[in-house]
């Protein structure tokens, strides 16, 4: 019956006590763009804190980068629009810096848009754009040229997995890598746990929409008939661990079908299904995660309030 990993994860989440669904499969045309917005949100911190570091240390981090004669490919997994990254792709190009911009994403809508974004925006600029999971892109990175590699994990989108998976995410990043490879990943800092809800719970209810849209997905392409409405967004922030967590709340008891997998669930009143979980992170948990995978940190980057960091590991 369920014939594609959406399906089949659709299936099992939902079969599961207590019901989960994966976040990655928010990602559509539509929601894509509610990230968008999302990044707009001035409580959303996440996005204007990297890019404020980038903007601040492009010399320090485009100096690590660029450091051989053959020049480098500079990799990005969870592309995105390429907001922040166009402020280290202009630096790059302006010094005429020999590498290739490879943006990977599992969304092939926003590769699309970004690779004619910035063939417009940059003409200079040499981009190989690649769609995928990342842990397939990343197998296939290792079959990559011998040139060194430079990978950027930004947005915190390792936030998405728990310690665990991030390490495993970490150990298949370092094993991809050669002794002169470099990541540079966007770790969400521990804060005031206010200003963290406050990221995920927006009174304009985007990120609502945004983690709705997970329903609204199932509904359109497996012929499910979720009531929006019937659900509601609620997130948690635990700052002893430092994981927000988004749930969608049945706020009655229900049924629903879903027809492609031919599957009907029930809900009781107030049953909730995971959806998302947003890591947030200090010094002494990253430097623990880099040497669980074995990976090195080089340096790091902050913005003014400290509330969001960039690391550069090598192996
Ligand atoms: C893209 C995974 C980093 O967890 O902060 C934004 C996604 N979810 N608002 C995050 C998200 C709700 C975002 N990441």
């Known amino acids: 019956?369920?014939?594609?990993?959406?399906?089949k994860d659709v299936f099992e989440g939902l079969n599961t006590f207590p019901k989960f669904l994966y976040?990655?499969?928010?990602?559509?045309?539509?929601?894509?763009k509610l990230f968008q917005d999302i990044m707009a949100m001035p409580s959303y911190y996440l996005t204007n804190c990297e890019f404020e570091i980038l903007t601040n240390h492009v010399t320090a981090i485009s100096t690590y980068f660029d450091n051989k004669e053959e020049g480098?490919?500079?990799?990005?997994?969870?592309?995105?629009?390429?907001?922040?990254?166009?402020v280290l792709l202009n630096?790059?190009?302006?010094?005429?810096?020999?590498?290739i911009y490879k943006p990977i994403d599992i969304s092939q809508n926003a590769i699309d848009s970004l690779s004619s974004n910035l063939k417009a925006e940059n003409p200079a600029l040499k981009v190989e754009a690649e769609i995928g999971e990342y842990f397939d892109v990343l197998k296939r990175l290792k079959s990559y040229d011998s040139r060194k590699k430079a990978i950027m994990v930004l947005g915190s989108n390792i936030g998405n997995l728990l310690h665990p998976k991030a390490i495993d995410f970490l150990t298949q990043l370092k094993n991809a890598m050669s002794s002169e490879d470099m990541v540079l990943i966007g770790f969400d800092q521990k804060k005031d746990p206010q200003t963290i809800l406050d990221a995920?719970?927006?009174?304009?209810?985007?990120?609502a929409a945004f983690n709705k849209n997970l329903l609204a997905r199932i509904n359109s392409e497996m012929k499910a008939n979720f009531d929006l409405d019937a659900f509601k967004h609620w997130e948690v922030y635990d700052p002893e661990t430092g994981t927000a967590k988004s749930y969608l709340v049945s706020t009655k008891k229900q049924e629903v079908t879903i027809g492609e997998i031919a599957l009907t669930i029930n809900f009781e009143e107030w049953e909730t299904i995971h959806t998302e979980i947003s890591?947030?992170?200090?010094?002494?948990?990253?430097?623990?995660?880099?040497d669980e995978a074995g990976l090195t940190i080089v340096?790091?980057?902050?913005?003014?309030?400290?509330y969001y960091k960039n690391y550069l590991f090598m192996k």
């Open 200 to 207: 995920y719970n927006d009174p304009e209810g985007i990120t």
């Open 279 to 290: 890591q947030k992170y200090d010094d002494k948990i990253v430097s623990w995660l880099a």
């Open 91 to 99: 630096e790059l190009v302006s010094k005429k810096t020999n590498f």
């Open 299 to 306: 340096d790091s980057f902050t913005d003014n309030k400290g």
């Open 1 to 7: 019956m369920p014939n594609t990993p959406f399906k």
């Open 72 to 86: 480098f490919d500079l990799i990005e997994l969870g592309a995105g629009d390429g907001k922040k990254t166009k």
């Open 23 to 32: 976040s990655k499969y928010i990602y559509d045309k539509k929601g894509d």
